[in-house]
């Protein structure tokens, strides 16, 4: 019967696609539209994140892999201090190279599935709900969480009050499964819409909310689908701190999406309009952080024919875009130089007083100093 009801649904949507207004959208009781000035936003915002995407792109693979790690460790550090118990940062380094099978496990693996190109994001209901089970739904089961309600889709009765893991805790959203279905089946197809990537994103992120479709960890699942979208348009550095970015303009996020949710309609324009702000303020910061640690780069740039340029060389890399340095392993990989030879020279590099060292879990990790 649900299926019967997502096919009819999904085919009025998709009638719905054919008549949309490229320049505007109306849904149950809100609507947006573009006006001059958020095209002129939107146009310099494009540009700034074209130019931070293709000076990314020409960087050497390791230093982007390296670099793209760090932003998905900051990122899950954050999840894991919003949602469930802190960890520090260094334990989730940890559980990420040692692969702990563990309740944080799922969290995890499915960022690493984003850098290893494995994740697309969701277009319908179904495709959202395998993301569901995938990574929340096996979390809560793995960490023993209360009130796990099983469910065929979405939630079949109201949210619980102060739900924290849900970004606005005393909004309800919306009150039937069929209700529900219908709106996520509308916001997941503004992906494919013809909007520009930051009005999809704001507009993914406000009708999400509005739905609430889960009991739980609404809020994640939204910032991870938005981030599987991006990292899928190749934006991936956008992708890797989209949730640091929203952190760190949570308050006002707050405000504003509670103001226009109690009202229960609206003009989004304005909402749209400052979350186009804070993707420019989150844009700059990656493009001043880019240009200095490719400047770092360029100073430690050399020939790199023999062995020890090329370890010195790695191990500059692994200075300027990691946190805790690189370990034998990672070196021998990308030197293609022998264990035994990297040891000669992390010996000599100790004994000279160059080279840090910490050791996190079973093995070491080495950087310049």
Request: proline share 2%; with cysteine.
């Amino acid at each position: 019967m649900v299926s019967k009801l997502t096919n009819q649904i999904e085919e009025g949507l998709e009638k719905r696609k054919q008549l949309e207004n490229p320049l505007g959208i109306t849904y149950r009781d809100f609507r947006f539209s573009y006006s001059l000035d958020y095209l002129g936003k939107v146009f310099n915002l494009l540009s700034e994140l074209c130019s931070l995407q293709n000076s990314f792109d020409e960087m050497d693979s390791f230093a982007k892999n390296c670099f793209l790690r760090e932003n998905a460790i900051d990122e899950l550090e954050l999840i894991f201090r919003e949602h469930f118990i802190p960890l520090k940062r260094e334990s989730v380094f940890a559980s990420w190279i040692y692969e702990k099978e563990d309740s944080n496990a799922y969290f995890i693996e499915a960022y690493k599935q984003l850098l290893e190109g494995k994740r697309k994001a969701p277009r319908n209901v179904q495709e959202l709900n395998r993301v569901y089970e995938e990574v929340v739904f096996k979390r809560n089961v793995a960490f023993h969480r209360k009130n796990i309600k099983r469910f065929h889709l979405f939630r079949t009765d109201a949210l619980s009050l102060n739900e924290t893991t849900n970004f606005l805790p005393d909004y309800l959203g919306s009150s039937s499964e069929a209700e529900i279905i219908q709106e996520i089946s509308f916001t997941l197809q503004l992906l494919d819409s013809s909007f520009d990537v930051f009005t999809k994103m704001s507009l993914v992120f406000f009708f999400f909310l509005y739905s609430m479709p889960y009991y739980n960890e609404n809020f994640f699942l939204c910032k991870y689908v938005l981030s599987t979208y991006l990292f899928e348009k190749n934006y991936s550095l956008l992708a890797l701190t989209l949730g640091q970015l929203i952190e760190r303009n949570k308050q006002e996020l707050e405000t504003r999406l509670s103001k226009i949710l109690k009202e229960g309609h609206g003009d989004l324009s304005d909402f749209v309009s400052f979350c186009a702000d804070f993707f420019h303020d989150g844009i700059s910061s990656l493009s001043f952080e880019l240009a200095k640690k490719k400047y770092a780069c360029l100073k430690n740039s050399q020939p790199k024919e023999k062995n020890d340029e090329k370890l010195k060389y790695c191990l500059s890399l692994g200075s300027i875009f990691t946190s805790y340095g690189l370990n034998i392993f990672e070196i021998e990989e990308e030197t293609k130089i022998s264990i035994p030879t990297i040891n000669r020279y992390l010996k000599k590099m100790r004994e000279g007083g160059c080279l840090n060292q910490k050791r996190i879990g079973k093995r070491e990790f080495f950087s310049l100093k």
